[in-house]
């Protein structure tokens, strides 16, 4: 069972930062993507940021220039770092990562999400 403990978040004002982080522990052979969604009131899950094991990354159109994802495979972490904050980043951020098990399954974790307010 995979595990997933994340960190950062809270309340900022409007052109603030936050930098968010998840660390992965339990049955992990290799990291697939490790990444960042969000979920507003009322909107749809949506991808944030994410990050493949070979480190190609992947931005929502609202967060290009202005957030940039990292990770570390062997800690299995990953790193969101959020500038020029707006109010329309006010969500509940949640860490995701698919990763392979040591026998050979891909699969993937969630987790519990962090709370992000931006306020104007």
């Known amino acids: 069972q995979v595990q997933l403990v994340e960190s950062g978040g809270g309340l900022v004002q409007l052109g603030g930062s936050l930098r968010l982080s998840c660390a992965a522990s339990?049955?992990?052979?290799?990291?697939?993507?490790m990444g960042w969604y969000r979920q507003a009131p009322g909107n749809q899950h949506e991808l944030v940021a994410r990050i493949s094991g070979g480190g190609t990354t992947d931005y929502a159109d609202s967060a290009k220039g202005r957030f940039t994802i990292t990770s570390d495979n062997a800690k299995k972490t990953v790193d969101l770092q959020m500038n020029n904050l707006t109010p329309e980043d006010t969500a509940v951020y949640l860490c995701n990562v698919n990763y392979l098990e040591t026998q050979g399954i891909l699969a993937g974790a969630w987790g519990r999400g962090l709370p992000v307010t931006v306020s104007s």
């Open positions: 339990g049955d992990i052979f290799s990291i697939d993507h």
